[in-house]
Every structure is written in structure tokens, then in C-alpha cells.
């Protein structure tokens, strides 16, 4: 059976990694049955997360993973596409992950207005007698992330109103497709099915709040896909939102 590792659950998200996220709706959409753990970046191939073991094969990086399990697991999932959607889909692909990504992991690190839930959760389990040193370590790494990338180079707004024109791009193309390419689902959904959960459900702060209202297609993409291949999730909240209309009023 295959292992998936990743950070675990936080903040009302499958993982707040994008990334491990990006996988692991790949293996629902294609029924490979897994199992979930907690990772160590120190047994990760590239000492990141996520990485999958595969009866001892040890693969990290998500699209290298996604290129390993559609090799072996899935070599007709994206069949009907043709070379002009795959141009279309790697394009989103690079848009979410190379640039829409490190605006968000701004928001979640380095921005003071939104930074102390992901600081406490992650610091949690830290000493306190060395956490304040860990913390400015990893903010350090996080920033240095964000600035060779190019976007930690501007000041805050320039940021996140780049990050707005990728989310109106994507906005834009998805319409009112059931997925990114059309009535099908391939690969690329993957990656906008991960990234579009974490923007549509996360239960934390966020910069891109207002996104949410503005962008219907957005939350029903993302609970068709839950309904679809998450179907626990969908049913818990179903539940929940029935059990909060049939609460008495006082």
C-alpha cells in the first residue's frame, strides 16, 4: 500500500500544504487506496514534504510523484486531453504553484495580520525555552523563500494584488466548467482542486477572504470535487450545517 506523508490535518484543511493536498485528491480520483502519515523532512528524497512510499520506492515532489503513480497506477487518466489542454492545464499548473503559492505562504508567514494561527500550530510542540529561536529561524527560511522567488521583493499590496490577478485568471478560465479542462477531470485538477480547497475552506485569516463571495464557481468546484471524491468530508459537513439549522434559538 502506498504512504502518503505530510504535515496532517490544521486549520479545517485535508493539509495546509497545497502540495500534499495535489496528491492526495490524485490518488482519490484514481481509487488508489493509501494511507496517511505524518512526515519528517529529514527522511524526505529532498527533505520536503510530500513524499510517498510505495512498497519501498520513495518518491518526493508532487508532480514527480503524480508523474510515478499515472505511470504506474493511472496511464489513461489523462487520455482525452488533447496537446493544447495539456499546454492550457500546465500552464494553471505553474500559474498556482510557482507564483499563487508563495503569495499565500506570505500571507500565512510573514504577514503579522494573519500569521499567528500558522505560527502557533506549528510552534506548538516546540520547547518554549527554544521556541522563540526555532520561530525566527523558520521565518527567516520562509522569507528567503518568498524573496528569491521574486515576490518578497515588494511591499505587501504589489503582492497580493498580483496574487488577485492569478485568482481572476483562474476565475476567468474555470467558468463554469465542472473541471478545469471540461466535463472530465485529469491531472491539472489535482493541483486546482488543492490549491482552491485551501483558498475555499481554510478556517483560518486570510488576505483573500473576500475571494471567497466573489467567486461562486470557485465553492462549487470545490464541493463537487469533496462530494465526489472526498465523500466523508461532504457528508460531516452536510451534518454539521443540519445539526446548526435544527440548534433552538434562545
Do not use: C
Request: a positive charge; aromatic letters at 12%; glycine letters at 6%.
Amino acid at each position: 500500500m502506498i504512504t502518503l506523508y505530510g504535515f496532517g490535518p490544521a486549520f479545517g484543511l485535508l493539509d495546509p500544504s497545497p502540495f500534499v493536498t495535489k496528491v492526495e485528491i490524485f490518488l482519490r480520483m484514481n481509487g488508489i487506496e493509501y494511507q496517511k502519515k505524518r512526515g519528517s523532512l529529514g527522511k524526505s528524497p529532498t527533505q520536503k514534504l510530500p513524499y510517498i512510499d510505495d512498497d519501498g520506492t520513495l518518491i518526493s515532489d508532487s508532480s514527480l510523484i503524480l508523474d510515478y503513480l499515472m505511470q504506474k497506477y493511472a496511464p489513461q487518466f489523462n487520455a482525452h486531453l488533447t496537446d493544447e489542454a495539456h499546454a492550457q492545464g500546465l500552464a494553471f499548473q505553474r500559474l498556482l504553484e510557482d507564483h499563487l503559492y508563495f503569495a499565500a505562504l506570505y500571507g500565512r508567514w510573514l504577514d503579522s495580520d494573519y500569521n499567528q494561527p500558522v505560527h502557533q500550530r506549528f510552534l506548538s510542540k516546540i520547547p518554549k525555552l527554544i521556541r522563540p529561536l526555532v520561530k525566527t529561524l523558520v521565518v527567516r527560511r520562509m522569507r528567503g523563500y518568498v524573496h528569491a522567488q521574486g515576490l518578497g521583493r515588494h511591499p505587501k499590496h504589489v503582492i497580493y494584488d498580483f496574487a488577485r490577478r492569478d485568482i481572476r485568471a483562474l476565475r476567468t478560465f474555470l467558468g463554469e466548467k465542472s473541471w478545469l479542462l471540461g466535463d472530465k477531470p485529469s491531472s491539472y485538477d489535482a493541483t486546482v482542486g488543492a490549491f482552491l480547497w485551501s483558498l475555499m475552506r481554510v478556517e483560518i485569516p486570510s488576505p483573500f477572504e473576500d475571494i471567497r463571495s466573489e467567486s461562486p464557481n470557485f465553492k462549487a468546484y470545490v464541493d463537487r470535487l469533496a462530494k465526489t471524491y472526498f465523500p466523508e468530508i461532504g457528508e460531516k459537513k452536510d451534518r454539521k450545517k443540519s445539526e446548526s439549522e435544527t440548534q433552538p434559538v434562545a
